[in-house]
């Protein structure tokens, strides 16, 4: 509480909107309202100046060298791991392993976790609402090792089934893929409770937290998930660089995933042996300057602070909602009890593109379309939505404008 | 409209320096995507799917005469629009003139963001394959007059 009365009194919008420059633009003439946050957030100043000190005092390459330069560049790319582990909550600093994103922190679990514990037969089982980055990566190795895919069903509300969940696990489970929060409905899974059931089976759990990391409290020891992975630029972070959280026991014994610098401890032409964790699985220079500024937006959520932050959100959430039911032919997609601040909906007659392009002629930035997440689509016979997403620096007045803009749209596509 | 395409783009310029507002420039694209003949389901088959991540755009041609004729949808009425707006300039003209087109007046009227979206509306992947028709039934007319000379 001290902390974060100290810097944002009561959540202050504004002062939080004055942190970042790009909301100031204007768009065709008209204010920007940036409401595709889901999409990835905006940043603010603090991680695009953190970006350009970098580049401009201690540009250099990390851990292998051992100048001025090289030692503070290490120095800092390695504090915003013990960042990192702390905003997760996660028992050591070496489960933090940096990739380039969400996609990549699954890709590499399903290139080698998967495929030393899969054999034919095996099950992997995925949920109905699922991003394609948390579908493909799986539908691939099932392929190459015989083993089958299963999906836990989407009920009207936007909800998982759980109950087909529970009767989907079995002996044959080797993996739960499953999103904390889905990127389209906006729905937050029970995935605490998924894990255990999991666990139960004798199942390990991936959790794609791309969608949860900016809303929600992340505790990977209390969700206790095998795996945990999340991007930095849905957190107000610089794009190019996620994290692949992953229980140590687990990591350790994973088959290497790329070849290269950093992830070697001595290479011989006869034979090759790997770095320690994380390095292991960090082969290559990574994106130094975006891990390191990584770090000052995570400060930036620790002093907000996330419990401000989530009420707000909530508000805005409940504003919006509340203002688009008023608008006739409009139907929610998604209307889970336990969401995040993002609503996807439809207009009776309309096609989303139509409503995305002259949304945007009003300055106002939404996501139309199937949201990377075609089988959910499919699953409420539609073709795509309209989503607007919500960040800490949304207000009352910019859900205001998305609902004259979206009443204009109507008119003249009527 | 008659005349040649450079003609046809001209007029539809001129037409659009007239608006003043965005508002007016897309409800006269949207009317104009409304006006436009819905394609018959017929032709509403995969082969004539052009796909965009966002809306689908279908397309079919004919030859006649040396000219080429197009019919096309969409299930979006702004890209159908687009999509009425090209066929408008291109269909009835012989194949070198729809390869030769350059359409620019996209550009010119302030449109180009949704040649831009290849991803989502297909719009660019059509120009493509109208002019990829143009130049199958060229090749075609080659064939059958030289076919015709021996």
């Known amino acids: ?43 603010p100043e603090i991680v695009t100046d953190m970006l350009d000190f970098y580049y401009k005092n201690y540009n250099a390459n ?29 028992a050591h600093r070496e489960e933090i392993i940096f990739t380039s994103g969400t996609t990549d922190s699954i890709n590499l679990v399903s ?4 495929k030393a514990n899969l054999k034919r037969g095996d099950e992997i089982i995925i949920t109905g609402m699922e991003h394609h980055s948390n579908i493909v990566p799986w539908q691939l190795v099932c392929e190459e090792r015989g083993a089958k895919l299963k999906v836990v069903p989407v009920l009207e509300n936007g909800e998982l089934d759980l109950e087909a ?59 206790n998930c095998d795996f945990f992975a999340f991007s930095a630029h849905k957190i107000y972070g610089p794009t190019g660089v996620g994290v692949l959280y992953g229980k140590k026991k687990i990591l350790e014994a994973m088959p290497v995933f790329r070849g290269g610098g950093e992830m070697i401890k001595e290479v011989t032409f006869e034979k090759t042996t790997y770095n320690e964790l994380p390095y292991k699985f960090e082969a290559g220079t990574p994106h130094i300057a975006g891990v390191i500024a990584f770090k000052a937006a ?46 996807s909906f439809t207009l009776d007659g309309i096609h989303p593109q139509d409503v995305g392009v002259l949304l945007d002629q009003q300055g106002i930035a939404v996501r139309t379309g199937h949201h990377c997440t075609q089988p959910l689509m499919a699953r409420f016979g539609i073709p795509g939505t309209i989503r607007a997403s919500f960040a800490l620096y949304n207000t009352h007045e910019e859900i205001d404008a998305l609902i004259n803009g979206l009443q204009k749209a109507i008119k ?3 | 409209m008659e005349g040649s395409i450079q003609e046809r783009e001209a007029e539809i310029i ?24 819905p394609l018959d389901d017929a032709y509403k088959v995969e082969e004539n799917i052009i796909k965009g991540c966002q809306s689908t755009v279908w397309l079919t041609a004919c030859v006649k005469d040396g000219r080429v004729f197009f019919k096309a949808d ?17 269909s009835g003209q012989p194949p070198q003139e729809i390869l030769d087109a350059r359409l620019d007046f996209m550009d010119r009227i302030g449109m180009m963001q949704h040649l831009a979206q290849t991803r989502s509306n297909g719009l660019l992947s059509m120009i493509r394959q109208m002019k990829s028709y143009a130049l199958a039934f060229q090749s075609e007319e080659i064939k059958t007059n030289s076919d015709g000379n021996r």
């Open chain 2, 74 to 90: 969409s299930d979006a009425v702004i890209v159908k629009g687009l999509v009425s707006m090209l066929i408008e300039l291109l």
């Open chain 1, 1 to 43: 509480m001290e902390s974060a009365t100290n810097i944002v009194p009561l959540f202050d919008v504004m002062a939080v909107r004055k942190m970042f420059p790009v909301l100031n633009r204007v768009v065709h003439n008209k204010p920007l309202v940036y409401l595709d946050n889901a999409a990835t957030t905006q940043k």
């Open chain 1, 412 to 414: 003249m596509l009527k």
């Open chain 1, 298 to 343: 995570l400060d930036f959520i620790k002093q907000t602070g996330k419990d401000f932050v989530k009420n707000y959100e909530d508000d805005l959430l409940k504003y919006a909602t509340d203002e688009l039911l008023k608008l006739e032919g409009l139907q929610i997609i998604g209307n889970a009890k336990h969401k995040t601040s993002l609503v």
């Open chain 2, 14 to 37: 001129e037409n659009f320096s007239l608006f003043d507002t965005w508002e007016e420039k897309y409800e006269y694209i949207i009317d104009l995507g409304k006006k436009l003949a």
């Open chain 1, 62 to 90: 990390i851990h292998r060298g051992i100048h001025a330069l090289a030692e503070e560049a290490t120095e800092a790319f390695e504090a915003t791991r013990t960042d990192v582990q702390s905003f997760i909550n996660a």
């Open chain 1, 165 to 223: 969940y529970h009767n989907l696990l079995s002996e044959k489970t080797k993996l739960v893929a499953v999103a904390h929060v889905s990127n389209a409905l906006g729905t937050i899974n029970p995935v605490k409770k998924m894990v255990e059931a999991a666990h139960k089976a004798g199942a390990v759990v991936l959790v794609d937290g791309a969608q949860s990391a900016v809303h929600l409290d992340i505790n990977v020891r209390d969700l």
């Open chain 1, 111 to 114: 290139h080698t976790w998967a």
